[in-house]
């Protein structure tokens, strides 16, 4: 979709912001822009819609030259949003998004369901936001708005340059959260500059990593997390590397569906000690007639109770111990530190018992990587 051929960027002061940048923006992915302060990133994505000018080499949009296209064509494929917004202070949030669409003549009835159709894939009520002006809307909502701007008349490409960062942090994540589900909907080709390492493994399909004009890496965020090329780019995603790592993958990624520890309530002591010591853990879990979990067993229990499971079983909710499987693999070690398991249950919305994740599950996937460093000597 978006290609970068030796891509050379310098500016009239001699000083070389791009040196020549190879790389390709896949269709319908995410591709983070991240690095140090004047490495490049932001220089980078302005030379794709023309806002700067190349000095060398091509960037290709859709297999053309991008000089190739009369600048309002090229500009009307691209979507573009920004850290400071940008709206007009004195258009309503509908005129806001009606820029483009406007300059391209689409029809009043057109546009205005157009905008109400972004107001509702951004999470504002039409009703009552389509004619607020800026002044009046939170600055979570400005940024909203902003992005509905972008996405005005539907275009294939969005240049993002760092959209939710002028933001408090809580707005910020509820934004990231919700922008990764729209993109799920449209699918849209997009380069995301940001200079925050956690926003870029959370939103990023693919990272390129820049260092004075230069790309270090570019590659998946759990690539790059594990395996980082040199000491530069480990100490740019920082040392916690392996925690983050735990929060690209998908509890269902790790869970076990065979060997899960488990009993049904009306079971004997007698079967849940067999379980437990057949499994070889320090629990099992326990459910009901319709496979709800409710609770645990243990060794302990078991020897204050030894006649009863109901009794030496210890009640718990569903919610409470387990997690789900569309939970990430960070949330289920906090979920185990929490509450000292060594193995969690893994449940559906209903509390049904699925399967279940063990500490050593994390820790193998926290480890991958580490080995080959220490290998190497770097």
Request: aromatic share 6%.
């Amino acid at each position: 979709m978006i290609e970068f051929q030796n891509v050379v960027k310098r500016f009239p002061d001699g000083f070389t912001a791009v040196k020549g940048l190879n790389l390709k923006v896949h269709e319908g992915e995410i591709t983070v822009f991240i690095g140090p302060s004047g490495c490049g990133k932001t220089t980078s994505m302005r030379m794709v819609n023309r806002l700067l000018s190349i000095s060398e080499g091509k960037i290709l949009v859709e297999g053309r030259d991008n000089k190739d296209f009369p600048a309002e064509e090229l500009r009307r494929k691209i979507g573009y949003a920004i850290q400071q917004i940008g709206l007009f202070p004195h258009f309503t949030v509908l005129d806001n998004i009606a820029v483009v669409p406007r300059l391209l003549g689409w029809d009043e009835t057109r546009i205005r369901k157009r905008v109400d159709e972004l107001l509702d894939l951004v999470g504002l009520d039409p009703d009552v936001n389509r004619d607020k002006y800026p002044r009046q809307l939170s600055g979570g909502q400005q940024q909203r708005v902003g992005v509905a701007r972008a996405l005005g008349a539907d275009p294939p490409i969005m240049l993002m340059d760092e959209p939710f960062g002028a933001i408090d942090p809580i707005t910020r994540e509820v934004l990231q959260e919700e922008f990764l589900q729209i993109q799920k909907e449209i699918g849209k080709t997009i380069i995301f500059v940001t200079h925050d390492i956690d926003e870029a493994i959370k939103m990023g399909d693919r990272i390129a990593i820049l260092r004075d004009g230069l790309l270090e890496q570019y590659d998946t965020p759990d690539n790059i997390l594990a395996h980082p090329k040199d000491r530069f780019v480990r100490d740019f995603v920082g040392s916690d590397r392996s925690l983050k790592r735990l929060g690209l993958v998908r509890v269902h990624e790790l869970m076990d569906t065979e060997k899960v520890p488990s009993v049904r309530i009306r079971d004997t002591v007698e079967k849940a000690e067999q379980v437990i010591k057949e499994h070889n853990v320090r629990s099992a879990f326990v459910v009901d007639d319709d496979g709800e979990l409710r609770g645990w067993v243990d060794l302990d229990g078991i020897r204050h109770s030894p006649k009863s499971l109901l009794d030496a079983m210890t009640e718990a909710d569903y919610h409470e111990i387990g997690v789900r499987k569309n939970n990430t693999a960070r949330e289920a070690l906090s979920a185990m530190v929490a509450r000292s398991f060594r193995i969690t249950p893994v449940v559906d919305k209903s509390g049904r018992l699925l399967g279940s994740i063990t500490l050593k599950a994390l820790q193998d996937l926290a480890e991958q990587g580490w080995g080959d460093e220490e290998g190497n000597g770097s």
